[in-house]
């Protein structure tokens, strides 16, 4: 059974650097699009943006200019990176992974709280 | 991009009611749209694909309709567990969207 697991460090201040990494247990990049999703406090979900195993990468347009998505396939792990952070990205992570139609996210991280606060 | 709007914005039933919670595409998504559920402090769990398809170990209770740009959730014979905020998403194109959610209390 395939389970994600995902860290990084929670509290930023603002301008920082956020980095996540997420470990695929139970399975392999073939065939699957691998995600991050966010929520910022008491709100809905946001789609940040996605990658495959070749690297091809979906980001939202809003964020692209700080936004990378990366993969490690030794490591069966993959990365986000947003930079320059403000308060408005504060918010809950999740890692997905794309189980149907390269969009429906069958497969979610625990979760990491990221909070940008000076 | 595309618009997801959910409705209603919350629900409050009770054991063994039928739920019906609806999302609307601002065009129209090829049945290219999920369903899940979050309950709090967790993530959320995919319940249905491809608007009609449940996801493996999901009960027989929720089912999903609909085509073009309208698209239903049914949950029939809610139960204790059901209780949580719902989420339509499209991944017809890039970005995929989600729906602002639709919170479902027990009476």
């Known amino acids: 059974q395939v389970q994600l697991q995902q860290w990084g460090a929670g509290l930023l201040k603002p301008s920082d650097t956020l980095s996540l990494t997420c470990a695929i247990y139970?399975?392999?990049?073939?065939?699957?699009?691998w995600g991050w999703i966010r929520q910022p406090p008491g709100e809905g979900l946001e789609w940040i943006g996605d990658i495959n195993r070749r690297g091809s990468t979906n980001y939202k347009s809003s964020l692209r200019s700080r936004l990378s998505i990366s993969i490690d396939m030794s490591k069966n792990q993959f990365s986000l990176r947003l930079t320059s952070v403000t308060a408005a990205d504060t918010g809950v992570y999740f890692c997905v992974r794309a189980g149907y139609g390269d969009g429906a996210f069958d497969i979610w991280g625990q979760g990491t709280m990221v909070t940008a606060s000076s | 991009d595309i618009q997801m709007t959910q409705s209603p914005s919350s629900v409050s039933a009770s054991v063994g009611d039928r739920v019906t919670i609806t999302c609307r595409a601002s065009?129209?998504?090829?049945?290219?749209l999920a369903w899940y559920q979050q309950r709090p402090g967790t993530a959320p769990k995919l319940i249905l694909y491809f608007a009609s398809k449940l996801d493996s170990g999901v009960p027989s209770r929720f089912s999903g309709s609909g085509s073009g740009t309208d698209y239903t959730l049914i949950i029939s014979g809610l139960q204790p567990e059901d209780f949580g905020t719902y989420y339509c998403q499209h991944y017809f194109t890039t970005p995929r969207t989600f729906g602002q959610g639709t919170k479902v209390e027990i009476k």
């Open positions: 065009r129209p998504i090829s049945k290219a």
């Open positions: 139970g399975g392999s990049f073939s065939g699957y699009f």
